[in-house]
T-cell receptor, first 116, second 113 residues
């Protein structure tokens, strides 16, 4: 099976702009999670989607949003970009089903976002 | 905020030596997982240990879990240059549903040939 893919791999934006990142999970995986990785804060959970519904949410401002489509592909959006949003954004998919959670997660290569 | 701390933050060893890193966490967990990350790339899942397990092996990896001390350790035996990477522990909370993982700060491991 193909692994988790993320597009684009690199992105440069300026403050105030918005950005959309895309993630295609492993075929058959219904859970998609997003994480932000920065040198200062480390790896932080953004949100998880399962069957097109947000199942979990981390402690990020409302500028960070996401969605999941019927084919399990997911997008995350960051509006009004700030310098501190510069980070590696990682997407992970899991074969989780309703009532069966806490499985291993399969990560994509990440999208490196630089905000100038 | 991060669930736990990893110790040491960095580790440098010779090829063939063992590498041990520790992870402590704060709240009750369903399971604890270890991941490896090479140079700012995606994370690779190494091993998952459930809260009712005490030890688990996978190839050259050995993980222990002590829920009374809220700590875990990862041992890599007979290390290779290819093991150079950052290693993260991640916990899945007891009450939360779904796949929300809380990561530690990571241990950077350098294996010198």
């Amino acid at each position: 099976k193909a692994g988790v893919t993320q597009t684009p791999r690199y992105l440069i934006k300026t403050r105030g702009q918005q950005v959309t990142l895309s993630c295609s999970p492993i075929s058959g995986h219904r859970s998609v999670s997003w994480y932000q990785q920065t040198p200062g804060q480390g790896l932080q959970f953004l949100f998880e989607y399962f069957s097109e519904t947000q199942r979990n949410k981390g402690n990020f401002p409302g500028r960070f949003s996401g969605r999941q489509f019927s084919n399990s592909r997911s997008e995350m959006n960051v509006s009004t970009l700030e310098l501190g949003d510069s980070a590696l954004y990682l997407c992970a998919s899991s074969p989780s089903n309703i009532g069966l959670a806490y499985n291993e997660q399969f990560f994509g290569p990440g999208t490196r976002l630089t905000v100038l | 905020s991060q669930q736990g701390e990893e110790d040491p933050q960095a580790l440098s060893i010779q090829e063939g030596e063992n590498a041990t890193m520790n992870c402590s966490y704060k709240t009750s967990i369903n399971n604890l997982q270890w991941y490896r990350q090479n140079s700012g790339r995606g994370l690779v899942h190494l091993i998952l240990i459930r809260s009712n397990e005490r030890e688990k092996h996978s190839g050259r990896l050995r993980v222990t879990l002590d829920t009374s001390k809220k700590s875990s350790s990862l041992l890599i035996t007979a290390s290779r240059a290819a093991d150079t990477a950052s290693y993260f522990c991640a916990t899945a909370g007891l009450k939360a549903a779904g796949n929300k993982l809380t990561f530690g700060g990571g241990t950077r491991v350098l294996v010198k040939p």
